[in-house]
């Protein structure tokens, strides 16, 4: 099984991208799937989550400014980026997951990561 993540690129800061993520094949015992990043340097860092009951939790640092939406039971993905930052720069990962207990994972799949690059 593999997560194909796209979208990424270069774009001006105050600019906008769409990130999408598809899986390969269909996972049908996922219930959640997410956007991370790992800028240069740094940590991956979470970004941004969607559960299958439609929940969606966001990184402060992008509140207002993503979205994240998809469809988890086709194991679609997307992250639209608003308001683009500089500090936004950075390679952003694509994964799905099954949780049940917080904290706990099952079945969990990666993408390659796609780079987002924003100029000031």
């Known amino acids: 099984v593999q997560l194909q993540a796209s979208g990424g690129g270069l774009v001006q800061a105050g600019g906008s991208l769409r990130l999408s993520c598809t899986a390969s094949v269909i996972i049908s015992s996922i219930n959640n799937m997410a956007w991370y990043r790992q800028a240069p340097g740094k940590q991956r860092e979470l970004v941004a989550t969607?559960?299958?009951?439609?929940?969606?939790n966001y990184a402060d640092s992008v509140k207002g400014r993503f979205i994240i939406s998809g469809d988890i039971a086709k194991n679609t993905v997307y992250l639209q980026m608003n308001s683009l930052k500089p500090e936004d720069t950075a390679v952003y990962y694509c994964?799905?997951?099954?949780?049940?207990?917080?904290?706990?994972?099952?079945?969990?799949?990666w993408g390659q990561g796609t780079l987002v690059t924003v100029s000031s």
């Open positions: 969607v559960a299958k009951g439609g929940y969606t």
């Open positions: 994964n799905a997951y099954y949780s049940a207990i917080a904290g706990v994972r099952m079945y969990d799949y």
